[in-house]
T-cell receptor, first 116, second 116 residues
């Protein structure tokens, strides 16, 4: 298994500002993922973050709005830029563990973001 | 089109009874993985069980088992001997390869309430 921590656990931010969320894993992993869960909704994949390469974004998400860093195999950051109330969500990072990275997927505790 | 369908927005079960949460999926790729997660009110995503498309046997993990019917494209979660602590949202998810390595999609979720 993997132990994943996220900082901050929650934040309240003003419209137009940016917030950087950190994700730390207790072991080296190839692939890290960032998800958004809007209130009362399911999870939506934002992007996949591989160490040493640009993150790959899903449809509807762009790098200017959600820049991602992946400086090493245990750490990643997601920035939510120029925030609006529609960005209020839980943001979760996750990692794939297993022979193919398909076998198990573990999630961090999430960051609850409220934008006023 | 929905990749993952969970037709039960809410379910009730009596404590100590078994319950089945439905999940159907849509993919044309022969290689995929199916996951179930539990999300309690705290917001964390807890990995429950995984089924690979090539696995011959249904996956089991303690009180959780996955009723995998490949021809029908269904992957129902069975929870035996329900406990009050099982009350939570349950998400079915699928991973299939795409041009970037994989695509991970969640269903809309089922809210399970265990009654004393």
């Amino acid at each position: 298994s993997a132990v994943i921590s996220q900082k901050p656990s929650r934040d309240i931010c003003q419209r137009g500002t940016s917030l950087t969320i950190q994700c730390q894993v207790d072991s080296q992993v190839t692939m890290m993922f960032w998800y958004r869960q809007q209130p009362g909704q399911s999870l939506t994949l934002i992007a996949t973050a591989n160490q040493g390469s640009e993150a790959t974004y899903e449809s509807g998400f762009v790098i200017d709005k959600f820049p991602i860093s992946r400086p090493n195999l245990t750490f990643s950051t997601l920035t939510v830029s120029n925030m609006s109330p529609e960005d209020s969500s839980i943001y979760l990072c996750s990692v794939g563990i297993g022979v193919s990275s398909y076998n198990e997927q573990f999630f961090g505790p999430g960051t609850r973001l409220t934008v006023l | 089109a929905q990749k993952i369908t969970q037709t039960q927005p809410g379910m009730f079960v009596q404590e100590k009874e078994a319950v089945t949460l439905d999940c159907t999926y849509d993919t044309s790729d022969p290689s995929y993985g199916l996951f179930w997660y539990k999300q309690p009110s705290s917001g964390e995503m807890i990995f429950l069980i995984y089924q690979g498309s090539y696995d011959q046997q249904n996956a089991t993990e303690g009180r959780y088992s996955l009723n995998f019917q490949k021809a029908r494209k269904s992957a129902n979660l069975v929870i035996s001997a329900s406990q009050l602590g099982d009350s939570a949202m349950y998400f079915c998810a699928m991973r299939e390869p795409d041009n970037y390595g994989q695509n991970f999609v969640f269903g809309p979720g089922t809210r399970l309430s265990v009654l004393p």
